[in-house]
T-cell receptor
Framework: GQNIDQPTEMTATEGAIVQINCTYQTSGFNGLFWYQQHAGEAPTFLSYNVLDGLEEKGRFSSFLSRSKGYSYLLLKELQMKDSASYLCAVRDHGSSNTGKLIFGQGTTLQVKP | DSGVTQTPKHLITATGQRVTLRCSPRSGDLSVYWYQQSLDQGLQFLIQYYNGEERAKGNILERFSAQQFPDLHSELNLSSLELGDSALYFC???????????FGSGTRLTVV
C-alpha cells in the first residue's frame, strides 16, 4: 500500500520562504507531484520529480530523495495569493501503467502580511 | 480553462436519491480518473477508465459506479445517497503513462 504524510497546517509571512515536507512509503515509486489547491477549486500542477535532486520553477522548487522517501516544496518570496493547500502525490510503480496518483492529505498554508 | 469539463458544478439532492456526474476529458487524453474530496479528507481515488475500459479501482463504494463512453466522456453514478456522500467530486484526465493529471473544476454535491 501507500502512505503519504504532510504537515496539516503551516503559517508564514509575506516575502518569506517556506518549506513543505512530504514523506512517503510505497511498494514502488514512479514519480512525485506537487499540486496547489485553493479552497473549493481544482488542484493545479506545480512540479514533478522522478529523479533525486532539485527542480526549480520560478518561485517554486521541489526536491526529492528516493532513498529517504522524502520530498519538499520550497516557496520563495511568499505572496498572499500563495495561501492555499499544497498536495503531495505519488505515482507508484504498481500504477505505472495507469498513471494513478495517490494524494496526501495536503498542507494548508496561510500567508500573513 | 483546464480543458477538462465537469457538469454540473453544484448539485443538491436528498438522501436516498441517485445522481449522475459528467466529465469530458481534455482533447487527446484517453484516461479519466475520479476522486472524492470531503471536508476532512484528502483526495480519495475512486476509479479510473482508459479508452472505455476500467483500469484501476480505489475505495469506491458499491453504491457508486462509473463508465466511459466511446466519445471518451465519463459518468460517475452515485445512488442511495447518504449525508456522508456530500463532497467535491473531481475528474482528471491524462495521457496514459503521462506526466500527471489535469483536473476539472469539480462538482460540489450536497446531500440533505
Amino acid at each position: 500500500g501507500q502512505n503519504i504524510d504532510q504537515p496539516t497546517e503551516m503559517t508564514a509571512t509575506e516575502g518569506a520562504i517556506v518549506q513543505i515536507n512530504c514523506t512517503y512509503q510505497t511498494s514502488g515509486f514512479n514519480g512525485l507531484f506537487w499540486y496547489q489547491q485553493h479552497a473549493g477549486e481544482a488542484p493545479t500542477f506545480l512540479s514533478y520529480n522522478v529523479l533525486d535532486g532539485l527542480e526549480e520553477k520560478g518561485r517554486f522548487s521541489s526536491f526529492l530523495s528516493r532513498s529517504k522517501g522524502y520530498s519538499y516544496l520550497l516557496l520563495k518570496e511568499l505572496q498572499m495569493k500563495d495561501s492555499a493547500s499544497y498536495l503531495c502525490a505519488v505515482r507508484d510503480h504498481g500504477s505505472s501503467n495507469t498513471g494513478k496518483l495517490i494524494f496526501g492529505q495536503g498542507t494548508t498554508l496561510q500567508v500573513k502580511p | 480553462d483546464s480543458g477538462v469539463t465537469q457538469t454540473p458544478k453544484h448539485l443538491i439532492t436528498a438522501t436516498g436519491q441517485r445522481v449522475t456526474l459528467r466529465c469530458s476529458p481534455r482533447s487527446g487524453d484517453l484516461s479519466v480518473y475520479w476522486y472524492q474530496q470531503s471536508l476532512d479528507q484528502g483526495l480519495q481515488f475512486l476509479i479510473q477508465y482508459y479508452n472505455g475500459e476500467e483500469r484501476a479501482k480505489g475505495n469506491i463504494l458499491e453504491r457508486f459506479s462509473a463508465q466511459q463512453f466511446p466519445d471518451l466522456h465519463s459518468e460517475l453514478n452515485l445512488s442511495s445517497l447518504e449525508l456522508g456522500d456530500s463532497a467535491l467530486y473531481f475528474c482528471a484526465s491524462s495521457e496514459i503513462l503521462g506526466y500527471g493529471y489535469t483536473f476539472g473544476s469539480g462538482t460540489r454535491l450536497t446531500v440533505v
